[in-house]
């Protein structure tokens, strides 16, 4: 079995993972609304509006995660 305490990811090591996923997503959402307004479907264009917020939320804590992880370990 392992240890938990292995498994687990830094803070800042996850912070810039949630960043870079986040703004992947933006970027896919970003798309996916362009193609939903120049094929004229809003529920397309909605759902990469939708995905937009999702990424830029992850990446906002993702980078919170990150200053935090600073904040608590300067040294790094």
């Not at 498994?7 to 959402?29: F, I, S, Y």
């Not at 529920?43 to 992850?58: M, N």
């Not at 992880?69 to 790094?76: A, I």
């Amino acid at each position: 079995m392992s240890d938990y305490n292995n498994d687990r990811k830094d803070l800042g090591d996850q912070g810039t993972e949630d960043t870079l996923k986040g703004k992947l997503k933006e970027t896919a959402g970003k798309v996916q609304s362009k193609l939903g307004h120049a094929t004229d479907n809003p529920k397309e264009e909605a759902r990469g509006d939708s995905k937009q917020f999702e990424g830029k939320t992850q990446s906002t804590v993702g980078h919170t995660e990150r200053k935090i992880d600073n904040t608590l370990d300067p040294n790094k």
